[in-house]
Structure formats: C-alpha cells, structure tokens
C-alpha cells in the first residue's frame, strides 16, 4: 500500500513568487491535514480538507490556501512568498474527517522543502 | 487553545533506559500521541493513548494522566537507531487538528 506521496521534495524561490505543493494520501483515507515544520516553531497546523471542503484552518495569513480534489488528492499555495516561509511543508491523510483517535492515525508524507532567497 | 510543552534535546546511553516528558494544557482534550521523526524523514506513529495509565509496545511504552496534563514515552534498551526527534502531540476534543509539541531530539550515544 503507498504512503503520503508529495511533491515536489525539494524547490527553492525568492521572495514575492508563489508556490504549489503537492500531496496524493493513502488510498481510501479521505482527509488531508498541512503541516508547516521549522526548527523554532516545530509543526504547525496549516489546515484540513475533507470532502473537497476545508474543515479547521490554523493560525496562518491568507497567502497560505489549499484546496482537495474528488480523488482526495490536495494541494497548498503560498502566494507572495517570505523569507520566514522557508520550511517543510507535511501533508498528512487519515481514513476519516473526525478527531484523530487510535483508529484514525495521521499518517506523514516525507514533505517539501521549501527554501526562499 | 492548546500548548504543548516537552524536553528540546536529551542524551543518553545505548542499553540505558530513557524517559521523555510531555505536559499539554488544552481547552478540551481527547489523546495524546507520539510520533517519532528520524533526521530528513517523515513523522511516524509510535502511541496513542486516551486512557489514564501505561500502553506498552515492545521496547516503546507510553503513559497518561489526564488530571495532570502529563505524559510520558519511555524507551528502552536504547538502541543507536532510536536517535531521532521524539513528537508529543493533544487531540482537541471537537477539533479536527493535532497539535504538536516542538520536539525532543534525543542522542543515543556508543
């Protein structure tokens, strides 16, 4: 069975582009959770789809936005990029959109790393 | 809201027995979890528990007090593979979202 396929692993932009990241889940798990990871801040919850349809949305300004797809796979924009959006972004899927609980298990992608000049 | 606090490094010795603390403080709370996250890789999923007490997995055991706000993973016969950053991480009751701990790196050292 695959895991969390993402995609691209690594890319490097300068400031003021825009980004698309990738992410396809583990077949038959509907939900798709964003992750941002720095070293000083650790994982930070970016957003979650389910359905197509965004369910909790973190702390982040709007340049951050995501949409999923009927097949479940989902993708993340950073418009306007900023220095302090170099990070790696993790994308992780579960079976269903309820709170995670011993039968509903996050399951990681290996992330892109995102680099801003 | 939700914070999450745990160890940022720790050290110890292959063979030895190591314990990484968690305390969380939530404004509903559902499970803890603990992932593992080796140097470049993704996180992967080591324990979850909802109950008060000890779920132990092989070398991997996990505890919870949910009237202290306190968890704790306990590792043992340390091997060099165990060197890895250590998640701790609070299911919001209601939430739809993890949250996670900045991390424990933990060295296993000859």
């Known amino acids: 069975k695959a895991g969390v396929t993402q995609t691209p692993r690594y890319l490097i932009k300068t400031r003021g582009q825009q980004v698309t990241l990738s992410c396809s889940p583990i077949?038959?798990?509907?939900?798709v959770s964003w992750y941002q990871q720095t070293p000083g801040q650790g994982l930070q919850f970016l957003f979650e789809?389910?359905?197509?349809?965004?369910?909790n949305k973190g702390n982040f300004p709007g340049r951050f936005s995501g949409r999923q797809f009927s097949n479940s796979r989902s993708e993340m924009n950073v418009s306007t990029l900023e220095l302090g959006d170099s990070a790696l972004y993790l994308c992780?899927?579960?079976?269903?959109?309820?709170?995670?609980?011993?039968?509903?298990?996050?399951?990681f992608g290996a992330g892109s790393r995102l680099t801003v000049l | 809201g939700q914070n999450i606090d745990q160890p940022t490094e720790m050290t110890a010795t292959e063979g030895a027995i190591v314990q990484i603390n968690c305390t969380y403080q939530?404004?509903?709370?559902?499970?803890l979890f603990w992932y593992q996250q080796h140097a470049g890789e993704a996180p992967t999923f080591l324990s979850y528990?909802?109950?008060?007490g000890l779920e132990e997995k092989g070398r991997f055991s996990s505890f919870l007090s949910r009237s202290k706000g306190y968890s704790y993973l306990l590792l043992k016969e340390l091997q060099m593979k165990d060197s890895a950053s250590y998640l701790c991480?609070?299911?919001?009751?209601?939430?739809?979202?993890?949250?996670f701990g900045k991390g424990t790196k933990l060295s296993v050292i000859p």
């Open positions: 939530t404004s509903g709370f559902n499970g």
């Open positions: 991480a609070a299911s919001g009751a209601g939430s739809y979202q993890l949250t």
């Open positions: 992780a899927s579960k079976v269903l959109g309820g709170a995670d609980s011993g039968a509903n298990v996050l399951t």
């Open positions: 789809y389910f359905s197509e349809t965004q369910r």
């Open positions: 077949s038959g798990h509907r939900s």
């Open positions: 528990n909802v109950l008060d």
